[in-house]
């Protein structure tokens, strides 16, 4: 049987962000069992906190993995092959980005333009910074060449930076690229892709298996669908075929 833990926070979220940080895993790594929903008190007194249980480690042979309880709540994506230093990461509301000019920005910046260069493609990153780390925005023309299909160069420049600006150095930084909003267009596909998907789901009482996508991709069904009635997520496989099952969950969310 797969391992577990169980913690608690002061909603679902904060008590999956609690077990992966001790686990050192991301929200792709594992599934979660929401066994007590937190309840807020009267005044702030006499409420009780969000309890639940997350499995990992291996699936031993004959254990299917849709045999573990999951009531998914989208935390910290997803590393699930990619570099470590993907993207994926807890979805809380975050401070707007503030333009970066320190050496990490300067080294960040060093990279991308010698790498655009190498590309032949006229492009100028322009870097900002929140809590989640460094956000780059690839301005420039004609960059569909650097985003690829499905977005796979751009995840493979963003997966080279990590790598490269990180090497090294005692704390890991999140560095995001993205190019003429490719990825708030994809994301805006994606969820309605998931709602879509949800709603035959729910209507026919049937599991659905996504195509295959990498973390990120999977990260926006589970956030799509967190609070869809009657409907959870979980991911099967091994990349590069990794998927995103959308399944029926009778009174989930409700």
């Not at 937190?38 to 499995?55: D, I």
Request: charge should be negative; hydrophobic fraction near 35%; glycine fraction near 8%.
């Amino acid at each position: 049987m797969r391992k577990w833990i169980e913690t608690t926070g002061r909603s679902e979220e904060d008590a999956i962000a609690a077990a992966l940080f001790q686990l050192g895993l991301d929200r792709d790594d594992v599934s979660v069992e929401v066994i007590d929903r937190a309840k807020p008190g009267f005044l702030g007194f006499g409420g009780n906190p969000a309890k639940v249980r997350v499995y990992y480690g291996p699936y031993e042979e004959g254990e299917e993995e849709a045999a573990a309880p999951v009531a998914e709540t989208p935390a910290a994506p997803a590393r699930d092959g990619l570099l470590p230093d993907d993207e994926v990461i807890i979805a809380k509301e975050t401070a707007p980005a503030a333009p970066a000019d320190d050496a990490k920005a300067q080294r960040i910046r060093e990279f991308i333009t010698g790498l655009m260069a190498q590309m032949n493609v006229d492009a100028t990153p322009e870097i900002s910074r929140n809590e989640n780390g460094y956000q780059v925005v690839l301005q420039g023309t004609g960059l569909g060449a650097i985003i690829g299909r499905r977005g796979e160069t751009l995840d493979a420049i963003q997966q080279l930076t990590n790598y490269t600006v990180n090497r090294g150095q005692s704390s890991r930084t999140r560095i995001h690229v993205d190019a003429e909003g490719y990825r708030a267009k994809r994301e805006a596909a994606l969820e309605a892709l998931a709602r879509k998907v949800a709603g035959k789901v729910v209507k026919y009482r049937k599991n659905v298996t996504l195509e295959a996508m990498n973390a990120y991709e999977r990260h926006v069904i589970h956030s799509a669908l967190q609070e869809y009635p009657d409907v959870t997520t979980y991911s099967t496989g091994t990349e590069p075929n990794r998927r995103t099952v959308v399944a029926y969950a009778p009174g989930e969310h409700r």
